[in-house]
Structure formats: C-alpha cells, structure tokens
C-alpha cells in the first residue's frame, strides 16, 4: 500500500486478555518501530526493527510485552495479559534506510487500545 | 521518558494569524524533527533540521534551530482551519530513536 497501514485501528479488551496489533510497512521499508502514546501526551519509543532483526526493545514496559517481524515485512506486536496501564494508542512507523538517521519516518494511524 | 518539552501546551489563534512554538530538549542531538498529529490520526513528518542548520522553510513553516540553547521554535504562518493539530518536536539521538515532547495543541479559529 502507499503508505504504513496497521490494524485494528480500534481494540476494546478486557483486562487480562491478550491482544495482538499488527503493523504493514511501507513495502520494501527496511525500518520498522513501535511506539507507544499516552492520552494527551508525546509518543514513546517501544521497540526497532531492522529487517527481521530486533535490534532495540529497550522500550518495552514489560515482559507481557513483545513484538516480531520474522519475514522483514509484517510486525505483530502481543501484549499478553492486559492490564488497565496499557490503555493506549500503538503507533508503527517505517523508513526506508537503515538505522532512520536523517531518513524520513512514515506513521501509521494507530491502534487504539483500550483495556475495561 | 522524553527529551522534548513544548511550550505553550495549547494555542488558540484566528485564521491568518502566524503561530509559534517552541521545543526545548536536554542533551546533544543529531537531528530535530517536527511532527503534525490531527485528532485521532497517525503522526505525519513536517521538517528535519539537523544540528548544524540554523533555520529551514517548507512552505508555510519556518524552523529555526539554536544548539546552544538546545531549542527550537517551528513558526507556521497565515494559519489555516486545517493546521488545527497537535504539533510534536523530536529529537533524534542515536541512530534511530526519536524522543518526543508532549505536544503544542495549535486550535486555529475560522
């Protein structure tokens, strides 16, 4: 597709279920993040990808949390477990070149979580 | 945690009028970036400026850059309806991440 594409843009689940997000690139993008955004505030960095290698989760608030990309295409982001903290919009982002620095960074619109 | 402070928070400005806000940031940097998020929407990218550039326009935006101070400002003139938005400075450290401030809410009144 034109540009990164990530679904379900909206997820309601109840606390101590697993939810997984998944992320589509934009094709051929060899960058792809994960970032995580409160209500009202800036994104925060979760984890990077560079192909299929996971070269960065330091993000990732906790073990509950993980993220794949085994082709170098796709990225599924599982959080296992819910809980109420994790209520938040999930952003994919993607770059053509290796390591982002200086190239620009696409977004995604976003998976809404909301964990009742 | 995050790098980046906006200031103000929230402005409210009418349809022609310019808009500023200001990013300031604590450490080195290599580059900085401004982003626009409308309500409910992904982030898009506006302009890089690195951190040997002193000022850059795109359009109707003007970033200007002081490493000294370690801040920056992103000027958007003759406002429009449409640049309603929240406005976000990141900065970009290392290779890859990007720290984000919590946002400047730019409401642009018709």
């Known amino acids: 597709g034109a540009g990164v594409s990530q679904s379900p843009r909206y997820k309601v689940a109840k606390r101590g279920q697993d939810v997984a997000l998944r992320c589509d690139p934009i094709s051929g993008h060899v960058s792809l993040f994960w970032y995580q955004q409160a209500l009202g505030q800036g994104p925060e960095f979760l984890t990077y990808f560079q192909n299929e290698a996971q070269l960065d989760k330091s993000g990732l608030p906790s073990d509950r949390f993980f993220a794949e990309r085994p082709e170098g295409s796709v990225s599924t982001l599982k959080i296992q477990r819910t809980q109420q903290e994790d209520s938040a919009v999930y952003l994919c982002?993607?770059?053509?070149?290796?390591?982002?620095?200086?190239?620009?960074?696409?977004f995604g619109e976003g998976s809404w979580l909301t964990v009742v | 945690s995050q790098q980046g402070e906006e200031d103000p928070q929230a402005l409210s400005i009418q349809e022609g009028e310019n808009a500023t806000m200001n990013c300031s940031y604590k450490?080195?940097?290599?580059?900085l970036q401004w982003y626009r998020q409308n309500s409910g929407r992904g982030l898009v990218h506006l302009i890089l400026i690195r951190s040997n550039e002193r000022e850059k326009h795109s359009g109707r935006l003007r970033v200007t850059l002081d490493t000294s101070k370690k801040s920056s400002s992103l000027l958007i003139t003759a406002s429009r309806a449409a640049d309603t938005a929240s406005y976000f400075c990141a900065t970009e450290m290392g290779d890859y991440k990007l720290s984000f401030g919590a946002g400047t809410t730019v409401t642009v009144r018709a």
């Open positions: 450490t080195s940097i290599n580059n």
């Open positions: 982002a993607s770059s053509l070149g290796a390591r982002g620095t200086g190239n620009t960074i696409y």
